[in-house]
């Protein structure tokens, strides 16, 4: 260990020492050949590109078999210019992209009348060389999209095989999160001007960036190369804006008032009227030379000030709760950048960003403000990148960046805890209060080269390290600390009881990490029209195996574990052994692209890797962390899924007193209160081994269709199942109380790495560039993902094993994704350029139904779970007029998740005039509809089919009602309106 941290540290300081240049993390690469008229090779040729926004240039010459290659360009527009005494010269415009390797070759002819010949070829629409599926999406279609919240990664469901949902963790309620390979968001590896920008604490993006500073990103869904890491789903880089020769600049206001609204769904149920709505977002951007060609600056400024509502109805349980309750939303964001390029091979950027927000948390219909919290985060980043080019075929770039991020979470009550199956909740969140704070140093050092064969072959070679250190991984959880909960087993005040909690004490925990990858990558040349892409890429996290041994329950479970006493006892395997971190994290990656016919109009491509994933926290180590370092959890904890009783037979109620039920309960109040996780000695990281074929073809010179089947097959995923179920009917005894842990309850659990997926998917996607006033994207998704965790290869299910036994070798648990597997997906997006300096831009959005975990509501088995899978599966099929469900048999339930909810549409449009003042200045007025069609897109559906205890169960009437609709909190809007301009200078 000591020794790869050394040489990791070596390797970073030779990158700060020999300065660096911008590599594929945030530039592009322009390569080709220059030839004559009878296709022989051109040594000698000075091949110049410039940056008509910059000046930044690059010189390369032709080598003995006519190939140049301009290396680590800034992403932008360029001006090719070859030159040879005694022929013409040729000029070229092409647009470089990040991550971007283009392909562009020339043919010279003898000087004659004319010297100079332009050639007016637009860049390739297909990167021939190259095996990764994905898309890049640019400054004009971000600049001209109806983004709805103004987040850039919304655009990202224009790139085929790409979805849009919210963050599913609570604490990011507001942010979009992409959908790829299966994942929902959390398994991306976000990367900001080359820098890691990932949550490590819940998965997804960290930190978000003013929409103004964008310049580009490229999303990668499948088939990354080595240099990519930390990601078994995909790769998101971003690139943000540079000052450029020109001083000039933006400013944007754009508003949303009730009046442009429609009334939600919710609201027509709940007989309210239409709620206000008021949103004011600006801000703008300013960019120019400090000196010309050399050094530039760029700032850009939003806020985000927002005023909405929620209707909520608790069914008639709590009429006094019911009501209109405000959504106040605050967000504001900042990126300052600096640029200097010292000669054509050193170039210098330095960014920094924050972005601070204030957001309800846990909102939903059925639950008033008692159960609501209030979310803060504040988020820093500074990142430099320097970069040389080492001659015109050898290149480095040095990355540095600091980062940290605090959030916290305060409860809006202290009242007691009531949850029904109808999905009412009320009294205090028991997330809540709750705070993380996150502090990162990243150094990375990517060294490519390429060497030249005959023919135009080669080696583009790269190697590349990456030290991530994570001083602080913070965390307070002291959650519903002196406020009992309670869970009712039907849908009345004083029905019986499921479940009852005190919880008590305080707990934090710090989990510092250190994150090493190392890398080598070769893109082999075979032939002018083969090329292979093979890499090898080893990471290692240090950090996973905290100190556990003032755990108790750790502590216990290793004894019983050395002594042979878990024999036989699934996922509780590894206990015995010496806590390791994983070691063996090698992800070899082989691809290769075929160009059919030589012309870079038709390419074939596929390969496999392996990828592996950071494990965020929440999902493994954090519980654990918590209990060897806190001492917090029930002190009380009684639970029947049968109903809990009194000592005179009759049904618990909230009004009676816990001392009625004391001699039950699984919590030792004598002992040290924890939340009873621990985590398993050999936790692996989750990864993926990824497989995908598919064909490009350029229909015309500004149209390409591309067609790939991609297959992802998650492994080692991180969960929390519960193990500790009663395996006798008849008896009250734990499966794991022998090990007298602490409490001895269902939630008392191991963290492990057990779990698997797999995701196939037929993606067909379709582009044409802007062309004659028209530029068009679409894609479509056919698609099935399974997993054994019942959600996605990055999220994690605790409740869903039907036999503990079995852990996950039970075919029941090997369902559909419940977030992921709609079989049929995919986006239609375009801008129309019309006369007069009108604009229209329209996105249409949809997907098929998603899974729903269909549950009888009792506990059949009577193992203390109340999750036992019906016979029969059933599908949403509408409402009937008294407001309750209509659904269809759709089979028989043979696994978890079996059930539908409802299909979700999404339709905007962007309207836009724009009015020139002088020269580049110019104002445009701006109109945009979200949910022009006013899609109910219903969400989140009552799953139980029974309510009540085993003995006295009937019908839930809410069976597979929505509970939630387009316009209520984390969904879709229902259709809104936005007026505004921007002032563009």
């Given amino acids: ?459 583009g070679l790269k190697v590349g390290a990456s030290w991530i250190h994570e001083p602080r991984l913070f965390i307070t959880f002291a959650t519903a600390k002196g406020v009992p909960q309670f869970t009712h087993l039907d849908d009345t005040l004083d029905g019986p009881i499921a479940t009852v909690t005190l919880n008590d004490g305080f707990a934090d925990a710090d989990i510092p990490m250190e994150q090493y990858a190392f890398y080598v990558q070769d893109d082999w040349k075979l032939t002018s029209r083969l090329t292979l892409n093979i890499g090898l890429r080893y990471d290692y996290i240090d950090g996973y195996q905290i100190d556990q041994s003032t755990n108790p329950n750790f502590v216990k479970v290793q004894q019983a574990g050395a002594a042979g006493l878990l024999a036989g006892i699934k996922g509780l395997e590894n206990f015995g052994k010496t806590p390791k971190e994983d070691s063996d994290n090698w992800q070899p990656r082989i691809g290769v692209a075929f160009d059919l016919r030589g012309d870079g109009k038709d390419v074939i491509r596929g390969g496999w890797g392996i990828y592996q994933d950071v494990g965020y926290t929440n999902s493994n180590v954090l519980f654990p962390a918590l209990d060897a370092n806190g001492a917090f959890g029930p002190v009380f904890q009684v639970d029947d899924q049968d109903g809990i009783r009194n000592p005179d037979g009759s049904f618990f109620k909230v009004t009676d007193s816990l001392d009625n039920i004391r001699d039950q309960n699984q919590a030792d109040p004598s002992a040290l209160p924890l939340f009873g996780q621990f985590l398993d000695p050999r936790l692996e990281m989750p990864y993926t081994r990824q497989a995908s074929i598919g064909w490009s073809h350029e229909l015309t010179s500004t149209s390409v269709v591309m067609v790939d089947y991609v297959n992802n097959q998650g492994r080692d995923l991180n969960t929390r199942p519960r193990l500790n179920v009663r395996t006798d009917p008849n008896s009250s005894v734990r499966r794991l109380e022998f090990l007298g842990l602490q409490p001895n309850a269902l939630g008392t659990r191991a963290a492990s790495s057990y779990a698997s997926s797999d995701y196939q998917a037929m993606i067909v996607g379709f582009k044409r560039r802007m062309n004659k006033g028209f530029d068009l994207t679409g894609s479509y998704t056919l698609a099935k993902g399974h997993s054994t965790v019942g959600t996605a290869v990055d999220e994690l299910n605790v409740n869903n094993l039907q036999d503990a036994t079995l852990l996950y070798d039970d075919p029941r648990v090997d369902g559909p994704t419940s977030r992921t597997d709609a079989r049929h997906s995919g986006t239609i997006a375009g801008i129309f350029q019309l006369k007069g300096g009108f604009q229209l831009s329209p996105i249409f959005i949809f997907r098929s139904a998603l899974p729903v975990s269909i549950t009888e509501g009792i506990d059949l088995n009577r193992n203390s779970e109340n999750n036992d899978i019906p016979v029969r599966a059933y599908a949403f099929d509408g409402l009937n007029s008294d407001g309750t469900a209509k659904f269809k048999d759709i089979g028989e339930c043979k696994t978890y998740n079996c059930g539908r909810g409802a299909k979700r549409t999404q339709f905007n449009l962007r309207g836009s005039k724009r009015f020139t003042i002088h020269g580049s200045m110019a104002v445009e007025a701006i109109a945009e509809v979200f949910n022009l069609f006013n899609a109910q897109n219903p969400n989140t559906f009552t799953t139980t089919r029974l309510v009540g205890s085993l003995d006295a169960n009937s019908p839930n009437p809410n069976f597979m009602r929505p509970q939630e609709y387009a316009g209520d909190f984390q969904n879709p809007e229902q259709r809104v309106g936005q007026i505004g301009f921007r002032f563009i200078f």
């Fill in 1 to 459: 260990m000591r020794g790869i941290r050394l040489g990791l540290l070596a390797l970073a300081a030779i990158g700060a020492t020999v300065l660096n240049a911008a590599a594929q993390q945030t530039a592009g690469n322009v390569n080709g050949r220059v030839l004559d008229q009878q296709q022989a090779a051109m040594p000698g040729v000075t091949v110049t590109g410039t940056n008509t926004a910059t000046g930044y240039n690059r010189v390369a010459t032709t080598d003995a078999e006519g190939a140049y290659h301009l290396t680590a360009l800034p992403v932008g527009t360029y001006q090719l210019k070859v030159e040879l005494s005694g022929f013409q010269s040729l000029t070229r415009e092409i647009l470089v992209e990040v991550g971007a390797n283009i392909d562009v070759n020339f043919e010279l002819q003898v000087q004659s009348l004319s010297e100079s010949v332009e050639v007016t070829a637009e860049s390739p629409l297909i990167e021939a060389s190259t095996s990764s599926v994905g898309g890049v999406v640019d400054t004009k279609r971000i600049e001209s999209m109806p983004l709805n919240g103004r987040q850039f990664a919304n655009l990202a469901a224009t790139i085929p095989g790409v979805g849009l949902s919210f963050h599913s963790d609570p604490t990011k309620s507001t942010q979009y999160a992409p959908q790829i390979g299966g994942g929902n968001g959390r398994n991306i590896n976000y990367q900001i001007d080359g820098g890691d920008n990932n949550d490590d604490t819940v998965g997804g993006l960290l930190q978000l960036f003013p929409l103004e500073a964008i310049d580009q990103f490229n999303v990668i869904t499948s088939r990354y190369k080595a240099e990519y890491g930390r990601s078994n789903g995909g790769v998101m880089n971003i690139v943000t804006k540079s000052g450029t020769n020109q001083n000039s600049g933006s400013w944007f206001t754009l508003f949303r008032d009730d009046s442009l609204n429609a009334q939600t769904e919710t609201e027509k149920r709940n007989d309210v009227e239409k709620q206000g709505y008021r949103r004011w977002q600006y801000g703008g951007s300013f960019g120019g030379p400090i000196v010309k060609n050399k050094i530039h600056y760029f700032g850009a400024f939003e806020r985000t000030q927002q005023d909405t509502f929620q209707s909520v109805n608790t069914q008639g349980l709590f009429p006094n709760e019911d009501g209109i309750f405000a959504l106040p939303y605050r967000e504001t964001l900042v990126t300052v950048k600096g640029t200097a390029t010292f000669n054509a091979d050193n170039y210098l950027s330095v960014r920094y960003g924050r972005n601070e927000n204030s957001q309800p948390y846990a909102v939903d219909p059925l639950t008033p403000p008692s159960g609501w919290g209030d979310s803060s985060n504040t988020f820093n980043s500074i990142n430099a990148n320097y970069n040389m080019v080492l001659g015109s075929a050898k290149l480095n770039e040095f990355i540095f960046q600091y980062a940290d991020f605090k959030n916290g979470i305060a409860p809006l009550s202290n009242d007691l805890r009531q949850t029904f199956p109808n999905g009412v909740g009320i009294g205090q969140n028991p997330n809540t209060p709750q705070a993380t704070e996150q502090q990162k140093w990243q150094f990375r050092d990517d060294f490519s080269w390429y060497i030249s064969g005959k023919g135009g072959i080669g080696h």
